[in-house]
């Protein structure tokens, strides 16, 4: 019996013992637990409001949105050359550097040339010789000084009669301002 009373007391003194190391270890972990639990709230609630940026349409994905802007501006693209190629006025289209990028019909009957005669820099063969100089003198200028072209010219037609034409380029901006292009028109003078 002295054996166990023995045992008991020396359970009860170790326990003393630990009782406070148990309590301080035990907040500890409670402590550092909890820090955790805050930390792992505090990023689920950062990743909710990335979350909530890439839905900004409430429950899209940022690439359905991207899609959906892609699709409008091939549709607003489609419509624009739709109309550009349906105008009576003869109509151009270029890049910055005054390639010619596309026409419509009605420019073609204006110069008597094909689509693919007029693109790329082959517009500019069928400038009447004598004013060849000043419509590139008169494109780089306004080119320079960030003004739109606007000038009479002659075209000379494949069967050599000549055509006088008025041409009107209006300048092409991207967002920055930088010169992307040129949409101009041309009409005949009589």
Known sequence: METVK?????????????????????ALWKFW???????????????????????????????DAINRIEQMVTVNEQKTLAIIKSLPLGT?????????????????????????????????????????????????RCVQNDLNFDMEYIFVKPDGKLQKVHGFAYQLKDKDGKLIGFLGTLSAID
């Open 92 to 140: 151009w289209i270029s890049d910055s550097k005054g390639k010619c990028i596309d026409v419509n019909k009605s420019l073609c009957k204006i110069t008597g040339r094909t689509e693919s005669e007029l693109k790329g820099d082959n517009w500019s063969n069928w400038i009447h010789p004598d004013m060849k100089e000043d419509v590139f003198d008169e494109w780089s």
């Open 6 to 26: 023995y045992v008991l007391k020396t359970l009860q003194d170790w326990l003393g013992l630990l009782t406070p190391f148990g309590i301080t270890f035990g």
């Open 33 to 63: 637990l909890k820090k955790r639990y805050e930390e792992g709230r505090e990023l689920y609630s950062k990743i909710q409001k990335i979350a909530e940026e890439f839905r900004p349409n409430g429950g899209s994905t940022l690439r």
